[in-house]
């Protein structure tokens, strides 16, 4: 990103953390330019909170059982600063934001821009599902 003013809110789509390697670590990366972030997503909100709880991401926001416009639209009514920029993954995202009222940025683009590493997302639970079988269970 610019690395720019703090005076920033920045909402990933579900799908776009998805396409990093590391999206807790750019949350955190994020947290330094950003005054809050959060996701937005249209899947249903355990699918979110899956999500965040297994990569410990900590956001400041995230859509709810609401569709992925309304959802920007509301954040942007409730966190006022100078910039509402909505990272996603395809075209229908650029139009999402345009129509909420948000710059848009494509992940590979914002990837780029702030050093964050593309790939599947580092599974820091998912090493405990072996650990976790019972051997001595029917």
């Known amino acids: 990103m610019d690395g720019g003013s703090g005076d920033m809110t920045l909402a990933f789509d579900l799908d776009a953390l998805r396409e990093l390697a590391y999206p807790d670590s750019v949350f955190n990366d994020a947290r330094q330019w950003s005054e809050y972030v959060g ?3 249209d899947q249903p909100t355990y699918v979110v909170t899956n999500f965040t709880r297994k990569h410990r991401i900590r956001q400041d926001f995230f859509s709810g059982p609401r569709g992925r416009e309304e959802s920007l639209e509301n954040v942007r009514e409730q966190f006022d600063t100078d910039r509402h920029v909505f990272v996603g993954t395809e075209d ?3 139009d999402l934001a345009e129509a909420a009222g948000w710059e848009y940025l494509p992940v590979e683009q914002a990837a780029e821009a ?4 593309l790939g599947e997302p580092d599974a820091p ?3 405990t599902n072996e650990d976790d079988e ?3 269970w029917p």
Not at 114 to 117: F, G, M, R
């Open 125 to 127: 639970a998912a090493t």
């Open 114 to 117: 702030a050093d964050w590493e």
């Open 92 to 94: 229908a995202d650029a």
């Open 39 to 41: 996701v937005i997503s």
């Open 134 to 136: 019972r051997d001595d």
